[in-house]
Every structure is written in C-alpha cells, then in structure tokens.
C-alpha cells in the first residue's frame, strides 16, 4: 500500500529523515512513534505530497484512494452531517447525475452503483461516527461555523473515517478527543477495512488499535511487530544486547590494541600487530539506541498542608447563565491528598466543574466551603495562548523571582526541563511540547494545594507524559485531572469520579469497566467483583505513595539544597572574576575562595547523598 524508499529530507538545515526505508501492507495498521521533532509530522506532510524530500521516493499504491484529516477545520454555513456525507465524492457524483440523467439505461446503471456502495445508509453510517465522536443527533445538523475548532477537526475526523479511503494518515487523532471518544477510536479503527499510518503518544490506541510500531529516530525508522508495550519491551532487549555487544567489542580493541602498542616495534610480533591494526581499523562501532533522558517536571509541593477536607459542596449548582445550571445537587468533599479524575463526555461539564474549583466561577444555589489560603494551579489547553509570544522562558521566571540572582532564575529554569538553549527563545518560536511544559511549571511555580488539569499531555511526547506522571507522584497537594490518557490517570490517580446527568458522582469501577462500558454503549454499572477490584487497586497505589512521600520528600530536600549551593558559587564565581578585587581587598579574595572550596566540598556530599536517595527511592518503587 505505501512504499518509503531510501527517503532524506532535511527542515530549515537540520536532517530530520535519513535514508529511511519500510512498507506499510494493505490493511496494516501501523503506528508512528518518536520525540517531539525528529519528523514524523514530515513524514506525513512527504507522504500527502505538501513536500518534496531531498531525494528518494514516498510511493503510494497506484490507484489507491488516500485520506487525511486536513489541519484547515471546515467552517461555513454547511451543516455537519452534510460536510461529513460530502467526503464520499463518488455518491456525491452520482446522486447529482441521478437528477439530470434521462437515459433510462443510465438511471439504471447509476441506481445500480448507488447500491453497490450503500448511498442509501451512507446518512445512518455516518450519523454512527458522529456520534461515536460526540456530536449528538441535533449537533449533527448545526452549522459547521456554530463549532469551536476542536470539534471542527473531530467533524474532519469522522468525514476521513466515513470516507474508507485505502491509505489513512492519522496525525495524534485523539488530541482533539475526550476519554469516551477516544475508546470509540480505538474499537472503530480495529474494524477499518484500509491501511492506516497513526502518529500517536496515546499508549492505550497504540496498544489497542495498530499491528506494528514504527520507531523514528536519528533519521532512521525500525518496524516493531505488536503494539506499544511490545515495542517498549522489544526495544528494551535490543537496547541490552547492543549495549552488551557493544562492551564486548570494547573489550576486543582493548585487547588488540594493547597487543599492538607492545609488539608493535617487535620483529619476530611484527607480523601480528599488523594483522590486529588492520582488524581495528575495520572494526566499526555498534551503534546503540538508548535516548536521551527527557527532562522531568519541577512541580513544588504545598509548603503547609490543609486539614481536611479541602473542598466541600453542600447541594450546589453552577452555570454561565441565571436559572440554567449546568450541574446540580453537588455534595462532594476533596481532601488535601486526593487524587481524582472527572470521567465523562464532551459537553456533560467537567470543565464547567474544574472552572468552579478553581474559582472561575461562582456557585449559583447551595455552597462550596474552602480554605481560605487554598492555592489552586488550573491548567487547561487554551491557557497556552495567554503566553506572551514575544516573552522568553528566562523573562517568565525573572517576573516570579525579582529578588533571586541570574544564576538562581537560570537553575529554576533548568529544573523546567528549559535549559541554556531554550531561556532566550522566544515563547513563539517553542514547540507546542515546550510551550506546555513552559506553562505547566509557572502556574505550579509556589506550590499549590490543589493542582488541576484539563488535557495537559496533548502536546506531550510518551517520555514527557511518563515524566509528568513521576513529577504527580512526588507532588503532595491534592490532583483533579482531565484527561483522555488512560496511562496517566491509571498510573496516578485513586479515585473516578463521573460527570453525567447534570451532576458529579463517585465511579465506583476502575477504568477497565468504563473502557469496556464506553465500548459496548452499556447503560449498567459494573459487577460487584469489579468494583471492589477496583477500588483495591486505587488503595494499594495510594498506600504506595504514602509509603515513597519521605523518600521523595529526602530527594526534594537534597535538590534543594544542590540549587542553593549553585547559587551560592555563582555569586562568588561572580566576584571572583572582578580583577580589581585581588588588588582592593586581597584578604577577601582569600576569603572568597575559602568559602567556594568548602561550597565544592558540601556539593560533593550532597550529590552523593542524592545519589543515594534516588537509589534508595528506585528500589523502593520498584518492589
């Protein structure tokens, strides 16, 4: 079905795709997976012909009928459902020539075809997709101009979908998608008759949906078969027998090449340290594939907790208008070391719910008690436009840390996952990934009592959606989350609860049973058996953070005290370099260098005890 030859592309100077090669068959669902940046997107923009690369071949079988869902949302008066119908052009076609044919033989033949391709359900058909993607019966007939973008590229989605094209590009389809419509994603395209090429960080449509996992890096693609735990766990022994091939190469030139520097000048071993150089020369490195560690989140912990609970609602409500409430009959409480997750479809109110906790909006009826020093961080997609563009990372801590030094703003920085190379670039020019990881840390930056968060991963890569989960486990404030990641809620959240029918109520399954609800359209709760599952399940994991908290507690400490120390020797670094100091004042130029010798000492424990305390923390989660 598609054939990438031998393919090289570079963007702005920088090589992207390197004499990349690998087939997709038909009817092959294959999933696209790499960091942020190393050109997957490309590969997508080569394949749809937006771009030509420097040399090799993206070829397409010939006659095949590709479908991607266009980054332009559709817009206008047409209505939904008529947008979606229109994606199949050969009905389109037909059903037009049906009005202005007047050959009876024609009719025939033209009422034959709309048959043959089922023209008379194509309305039902795509009605089925639509609403597995949300929309409800009378959305379906709104204007596509009535939309936000977001559902304007989820109407893009399903007129791909209900096109069947042979070739289907997918590029993070779920990013625009809630939890229910992603599981609807996933089941539907297991059923999807074509090949299809996804780019996804969603770990559960890569593990449900695609046969195999192709792995873009250094410009190279590898084929995995399965999908991504089987990837993971694949790549993970290639990763040790490369390392292991790897050392007992470099043990070999160790040995040759000690043969060789003794014998070298030795008449009767002349002979045989030729032969060894000569098999130096030819010996080529083994190129290993372990990336490059991903830089964790900094997200501080509450300096004092709040007795619980944090949060109560007594009967309340809350809407945008007088007299018509979104939600209602909210009794909930939420503790200062609560983790929870909202469950339910677009439009039922979770985000009308999040705003309410986090202050944007008021009760309407009844009451919602709190601390009054309750911080709450709220984090939700669209906050990334409130980022000045032409501000840089740098500027953006130097407004919360006025008093600190250069050297001090610069390691907070780093702590981002911001390093030297991205605190002077303009907030426009970072990535979407970097733009949220930017955003994330600042409204997190004093240590709030509750953090919320609506789709933080969508521009996340799968190593920085893994290292936000471990910066969620080391924070001890309270976490509300919505999210279309099943990973990040099962791997840190310990309570569900679900938003639908007007109100919030606690879930008492876990998500296999509102994965497996969701996919079956089921209207009954789950069993007994499951739901005391479950709840065992989110008890054991909060137990096991409770039990970690000191250990991470020790860690945070010890980073601390690191930062401090950095700080510290970059002011003295800083006089030290003023030559009119050593002639002023000598003594305190000794002074000076005393103080960074024993700052270098001190650093030096404290690494080593960090070292240890992550050794300690590592073996204390991994029992």
């Keep these: 079905m598609l054939h990438i030859n031998n393919l090289v592309c570079r963007v702005e100077g920088r090589l992207l795709i390197n004499n990349a090669s690998f087939a997709l068959m038909p009817k092959t669902r294959l999933g696209l997976v790499g960091r942020n940046g190393t050109g997957k997107s490309t590969l997508l923009r080569i ?19 590709l479908g991607a869902v266009d980054q332009e949302a559709p817009g206008g008066p047409q209505s939904i459902m008529d947008f979606v119908l229109s994606a199949d052009t050969e009905r389109e076609q037909l059903l037009s020539a049906a009005q202005t044919q007047s050959e009876p033989h024609k009719i025939a033949e033209i009422q034959t075809r709309l048959a043959d391709i089922g023209a008379y359900s194509a309305e039902a058909r795509a009605g089925t997709i639509l609403h597995g993607l949300g929309f409800t019966s009378q959305e379906q007939q709104n204007p596509c101009s009535s939309f936000s973008g977001g559902w304007r590229m989820r109407a893009s989605l399903a007129s791909m979908l209900f096109a069947e094209p042979d070739l289907l590009l997918l590029d993070e389809p779920t990013n625009y998608l809630d939890l229910e419509g992603a599981i609807w994603l996933e089941t539907h395209l297991k059923r999807f008759a074509g090949a299809v090429l996804i780019i996804s960080h969603d770990r559960d449509l890569l593990n449900t949906a695609v046969h195999q996992i192709g792995h873009l890096r250094a410009g190279k693609i590898t084929i995995f078969e399965g999908g991504y735990d089987s990837f993971e766990k694949q790549l993970a022994e290639r990763q040790r027998l490369d390392m292991a091939l790897r050392s007992r190469q470099e043990e070999e ?13 030795k008449a009767s071993k002349a002979k045989q340290a030729q032969s060894r150089v000569k ?18 989140f900094d997200l501080p912990s509450p300096k004092r907790p709040m007795a619980p609970p944090m949060i109560r609602f007594e009967d309340a409500s809350v809407g945008y208008e007088p007299g018509k409430p979104i939600l209602s009959n909210l009794d909930l409480a939420i503790d200062p070391d609560d983790r929870i997750a909202l469950l339910g479809r677009n439009g039922q109110g979770k985000s009308t719910f999040a705003k309410l906790i986090a202050g944007k909006l008021a009760v309407m009826n009844g009451r919602m008690k709190h601390h009054k020093r309750m911080q709450v961080a709220y984090f939700a997609q669209h906050q990334l436009d409130v980022l000045d563009p032409g501000e840089t990372p740098y500027s953006h801590v130097r407004d919360r840390m006025e008093e600190a030094t250069e050297a001090q703003r610069r390691a907070r920085l780093a702590r981002f996952g911001l390093g030297a190379e991205h605190a002077e670039t303009a907030v426009g020019d970072l990535s979407g990934g970097e733009k949220a990881r930017l955003l994330l840390n600042l409204i997190a930056f004093e240590g709030p009592h509750l953090l919320i968060l609506d789709e933080p991963t969508n521009h996340l890569d799968m190593d920085s959606r893994a290292a936000l989960a471990d910066a969620l486990d080391t924070y001890e404030g309270a976490v509300l989350l919505i999210s279309h990641d099943r990973f990040l809620i099962e791997r840190s959240i310990d309570r569900l609860w679900i938003v639908q029918g007007g109100t919030v109520n606690n879930y008492d399954g876990d998500m296999d049973d509102y994965r497996r609800q969701m996919g079956e359209k089921e209207r009954k709760g789950p069993s007994t058996v499951k739901v005391q599952a479950g709840l065992a399940k989110r008890q054991a ?4 953070r409770e039990s970690l908290a000191p250990l991470r507690r020790n860690i945070v400490r010890l980073e601390t005290e690191m930062e401090r120390l950095r700080g510290g020797i970059a002011q003295i670094d800083a006089a030290l370099a003023k030559p009119e100091l050593y002639e002023r004042d000598p003594e305190q130029a000794m002074s000076f260098n005393v103080k960074r010798g024993r700052a270098l000492k001190r650093m030096d ?9 992550q050794e300690e923390f590592e073996r204390a989660r991994n029992q």
């Design 47 to 65: 394949i749809k012909g937006e771009m030509e690369p420097i040399s090799g071949e993206a070829r397409i079988r010939k006659g095949a009928r």
């Design 253 to 265: 030139r160790r040995h040759l090449q000690a043969f060789v520097d003794r014998f070298r000048y």
């Design 279 to 296: 098999r130096l020369e030819k010996m080529r490195p083994i190129a290993t594939i372990v990336e490059n560690p991903v830089a964790p």
């Design 541 to 544: 994991k909060a137990a096991r």
């Design 605 to 613: 424990e404290i690494e080593n005890m960090w070292l240890v305390a």
